[in-house]
């Protein structure tokens, strides 16, 4: 095969969830796109890559660090919303319910994936807790979003601070993500102290 073709399809190959077949697809559709297409997704991945930060605090993606919410002032700093990425954030942000600082783990703890306590942000985490009063959890209903808001329970839990967990209403299994507004407006309010 020519070689920046085989290149490019060993590029999309490192992507999530993309094996062979559909990164030779991705390759193929570039290949006919119009050669402007293909220099926007080009340059736009570049200019994201460039600009987007990591908030020093919550771990969030930025343009500028402290974030726009953990610099916001007319937020509660006495609530920490836990999330596993910055998807999730956004999605419980949209609700407009919760009006706390978050903190993005950057996955969950998946010890057979090699996801382990050091690769996620909890350092930074346990950095925040002085004056507040109140850590939501909320990761995924899953066996791992389960095992770590457990773990995070016991990390946080001799602080004398409150640790709650969504309510249930996400079914099991499934995730923030993927739930409409109003499940997820049930599950911001109902949650329980764990
Ligand atoms: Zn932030």
Known sequence: MIKPLVSLIDAFKKLPGVGQKQAERFAFFIIRSPQNDAENLASSIINTKKSIKTCSICASLCEKSPCEICSDENRDRKKICVVENYTDLQ??????????LYHVLSGVLSPLDGVHQDNLTLKLLMKRLDAVEEILIATNPTVEGDATAMYISQLVKPHNIKITRLAKGIPSGGSIEYSDEITLINALDGRKEI
């Open 91 to 100: 999605v419980i942000e949209k609700t407009g319910r919760y009006k706390g």
